[in-house]
């Protein structure tokens, strides 16, 4: 039995855009979050309240905040490495804040110099202070099915991340494929094995499409029972790893699946194609969206396509 | 339980080249083919014996197939719309007979201006000569999960045209998605449902990624049991009915997902990649392929990306 309902978590304007190393105006950061919300998307990653040096492309989250509207039941979520950038989203009036770890120890050592323990004890004044302040809490974990470093990631290293950022008070805790080296056999057994130490109802399955697999992926997690997915619109967001590689799942083709499964999401796809064809032409690259190029294509060509 | 090996039938130098405007050089097939049989496909469909009028790609092949190496064990297919077709593969040396009928009466209709059963009915002196000539004869149903023109399709129908290809004496029946509408809950349906009137271990899919579902239905196909798959390698073909969208899934991804859910193919990623970048090269047209784009990135920046 598939799940009735999913939730999208929508990446693009954070995860998406922040791998884009030319800056994208605030103004069109705002329109493309205002959009999301409009199209239906239930939660919208928004901002990054990191430091400016590390991510220049995210250095107007409060400006991307303060300009949104709010619709009414949206969850405006961002990143807040520490408690500066806690502190700067809460005044920013973030919904959710949203923390992050690696399942890999290759991976937390070589980009952050300390062990995976260590990475997720530092964050508990942000924990302690997002649940004082009444904020949902959201765990990511990276590298969840493979490291660009060390390879295979053992299935209990993301079961210890999990329970780690369980005790933290996490409200929702996203197994990420960081690099999208999973397969669907892989991801389910991850997802079972989670499952069994934090509610299936608040995991959520973050898939890139480096490797064609995410949507596969995505579906292996329906059958499990997962609820909630990552996406990111007309794929924004690229690899950054290997250059003119794919990476977040594009959100249109995650929502031509669960249309075809019945699965509700409350996402008007018509809508989120138009937004991806915005977006795609004001950072001034190709969609990798397939369901956005084909809908687009098909609108432009005239009746007789696909669909 | 997924079955423990699969089969890959390699459409790329007939299904893929087909649709290419500018004509692709003798040699150039040539080479793919022997390439693609190399790396360790079982079944390469290499030509189609149509008239040149309709299909001017496809002209030289008589040419291809007289070129080619024949590798022992692998089996060279080729499309053959008549007996004069069939005569002309017989003449080549092909191994495999391929004769086709649409699932939809709105795209039989349009396409051929007669009814489904009809289109199947005069393939019967091309399958009976096939047989009495001791070849391997595969029937292709085309718009199986959807269509340009009707839009749905009826199960029933998908079951009819089966069983119509079962009494010409078909080896092996190929489910095809033409325009990639298809997802995994109605590719699981309708697989089940042609399982019952046709061994399921001679029944194949045909996905195209168009929407980007194509890893995903061969999951949910894997899960049906079925062992064989079609792919084209760097994804060649793109959409006749949309342009710019993508066609046939591309093998490296196929083969990507069946590394990683340890069924066997005996196909060499590694090879593919490298047959993948020459094709495109010699279209002039970026692959198709996520794996192939991603691994080609690893090998041109460096270790410490993808995998």
Avoid at 19 to 46: D, H, M, Y
Wanted: aromatic share 6%; glycine share 10%.
């Amino acid at each position: 039995m598939l799940p009735a309902k999913v939730k999208i978590v929508e990446v693009g304007p954070r995860d998406g855009l922040q791998n884009e190393k030319e800056f994208v105006a605030t103004e069109v950061k705002i329109e493309l979050v205002n959009r999301l919300a409009s199209a239906g998307l239930q939660n919208v990653e928004s901002a990054s309240f990191v430091s400016p040096k590390w991510v220049p492309q995210m250095a107007d989250g409060a400006a991307v905040m303060a300009g949104i509207e709010r619709r009414p039941g949206t969850i405006y979520s961002a990143l807040t490495p520490n408690l500066r950038g806690f502190e700067a989203a809460l005044d920013a009036k973030v919904d959710e804040i949203v923390i992050f770890g690696a399942a890999s120890e290759a991976f937390s050592q070589k980009n952050i110099n300390c062990s995976i323990a260590e990475s997720i004890a530092r964050f508990e004044p942000v924990a302690k202070a997002a649940k004082e302040a009444g904020l949902r809490l959201r765990g990511s974990i990276s590298c969840a099915l493979g490291c660009p470093y060390q390879g295979d990631v053992p299935i209990e290293a993301v079961v210890d991340v999990v329970q780690r950022m369980k005790a933290l008070g996490c409200d929702e805790i996203d197994i990420a494929d960081t690099i999208g080296v999973g397969t669907a056999g892989r991801t389910r057994d991850v997802m079972a094995a989670v499952s069994k130490v934090f509610p299936r109802e608040r995991l959520s399955g973050h898939f890139h499409d480096t490797y064609g697999q995410a949507v596969a992926n995505i579906y292996a997690s329906l059958q499990e029972g997962i609820e909630i997915f990552h996406a990111s619109v007309a794929g924004l967001g690229g690899c950054p790893y290997a250059k003119g590689a794919t990476g977040n799942v594009a959100t249109e083709d995650v929502i031509f699946l669960l249309n075809g499964l019945g699965i509700k999401t409350g996402v008007d796809l018509d809508q989120l194609v138009e937004i991806g064809d915005f977006i795609s032409r004001a950072i001034g690259k190709p969609s990798a969206s397939r369901v956005g190029r084909a809908l687009l294509a098909k609108k432009r060509d005239g009746a007789a396509s696909c669909v």
